[in-house]
C-alpha cells in the first residue's frame, strides 16, 4: 500500500521531505527533464544509503554484525520505511519521465508527418493522361518455379505398378 505524503514527511530529514516533495502531482509537472534526471540520481543514492542501513540493522537485530556508530537512529524497520519512501518516489519519477518521453515522440512524429505533407504537396505532381492508344500491354511476370520436365512414360508409373502386384496377389489368392 503506498504511503501517504504526511507519513513519508513525518520520517524523514528536511531536506529529503524536499526532495520528496518535488516527486509529488503538482511539482513534478512543472519540473524541466534535466531537473527530474539530477533528482532522480539523488533519490536512487538515497535509496542505496537507506538500503545499505536497513540491511545492517537487520543483520545487528540478528546479532549476525557489530553495531555501527551511534549517529544512525531507528531500527531497521524505520529504515526500510524510509527505503520505501524512496522507491515511490524513483516510480514517481520513472513515470513522469516516461511520460514526457512520449508526449516528446508524440510531438515528432507529428511533426515529421507534417513535413511529410508539405513536402508530398510542394511535388506539383500530374497524372499522366489516359490515352485510347494500343501498346504492349502488361509484362508478363516469370513463373519463380522450378520447371521440371516428366516424361510422358513415367507419369503414372507407381499407380501402374501398384495395380499389377494387387492383381498378382488376386491370382495367386484364386489359384491355391
Known sequence: MAASSRFEISILKHDEQEIILATHHPAIGELAREKLESLRSRLRDLHGREHTLARHRQREARGKAEPRGNSFSGTAEHATQRKQ???AAIKR???ELKRLQKFEARRELGEAARRALALRRAQQFT???NDL???E???S???QRR???IPPSRIGRVSQANKRAQARRD???GSS
Do not use: D
Open 85 to 87: 519512501v524512496f522507491v
Open 93 to 95: 519519477l520513472n513515470k
Open 127 to 129: 497524372r499522366p493522361h
Open 133 to 135: 492508344r494500343p501498346s
Open 137 to 139: 500491354g502488361m509484362r
Open 141 to 143: 511476370i516469370p513463373n
Open 147 to 149: 520447371n521440371t520436365k
Open 171 to 173: 491370382a495367386s489368392r
